[in-house]
């Protein structure tokens, strides 16, 4: 696929772009000749590193980072008349995946620092109807696991971590996915290790994992040489070898990535306070470098002090050759969710953001002077648009 247009001089700069190493590809190449590129010895592979990396939990890994939330609703019992507290700050997939299984989600507004659903107004929405939690951890910023983990204990409700954006985050000192309940995380194209597509659930014990696979391939069990059952609906999200081989490359390099990733974010505050940023009233993320991956590199543009919406300030990045991105709009305004019941004001905080967040370029492969090209072209509009006190 070719880069957008733009009238800048410079190479366009997307807002995420895949590391594969020529390793990895060449491993790909030998997966497709050796004519099993299904499901098969490289998931197994990728399955045990992977296992190893979270401290030896079992790990299962699937076509998505959404039927694995899915299927951890599925294997918890959470069904018909369930409730599911989550966040409207996410990707929809959170979301539609409680729907999917015929509960309902619940939405609790986001802390506007972190941008992460806030637990000072968690427990308000539990109900006796309340059986699990599914936190997001935006950008790769953890949400705090000791107290979520201690609501949810004695709440007695089970957790679904969406980890899609924190594969290498931690949480004092420990990998998400080393600990926990349910853990999900994404492989998708634009997530810091990818198998282009693809995902993996971490699970408590291998009863789960055993579900796990059931519901991975049509809830199919196999005995002996020829012997099929099948005891439950299940669906079609095995991984493929192929994946599998990009996922095992990609594993090897994460601690590389993550290094990357922190380094570029640290510039972006450098450049922005070089700048002045904050005087224009551009929202700036967390600047947390111990527990985050950095995902992704976000700001909250400040609408009320701009003449211009968002779309404006992207397309002008687009002209200027920057590639920007959305991540996310408030779930709960889209009109499949008006229609089940929620509307415009219930959640504030997610709302603003929803408007005005915005995913600036931050992969491996920039160039410290990408960081300070991007900052300034924000600015830059940002001066040009500011409404005159």
Known sequence: MSAPSSTSALPFLPFTRPTIDEETITGVCEVLRSGWITSGPQVKALEAKLSAYFGGRPVRAFNSGTCTMEIALRIAGIGEGDEVITTPLTWVATSNVVLEVGAKPVFVDIDPVTRLIDLDKLEAAITPRTKAIIPVDLTGLPVDRDRLHEIAARHKLRVIEDAAQSFGSN????????????????????????????????????????????????????????????????????????????????????????QRRRELARLYFTEFGRLGAAELGLRLPVADFVHSNWHMYQVILPEELL???????????????????????????????????????????????GRNILTLPLFPTMADSDVARVAGALVSLLKTHRKQA
């Open 171 to 258: 949480w004092g000192g420990r990998l998400i996915g080393s600990f926990g309940d349910f853990v999900s995380f994404s492989f998708h194209a634009n997530k810091n290790v990818t198998t282009v597509e693809g995902g993996c659930l971490v699970l408590n014990d291998e009863r789960e994992a055993r579900l796990a696979e059931q519901y991975r391939l049509q809830g199919v069990v196999r005995s002996g040489v020829d012997g099929m059952d099948v005891e439950l609906v299940g669906g079609k999200y095995n991984l493929t070898d192929v994946a599998a081989r990009i996922g095992l490359g990609q594993i090897a390099r994460v601690d590389e990535f993550t």
């Open 307 to 353: 003449t211009v919406k968002r779309a404006d300030i992207m397309t002008a990045l687009t002209a200027a050759g920057i590639g920007t991105g959305v991540h996310y709009p408030a779930i709960h305004l889209f009109s499949l969710y008006r229609r089940l019941g929620w509307q415009a004001g219930q959640f504030p905080e997610a709302e603003y953001a």
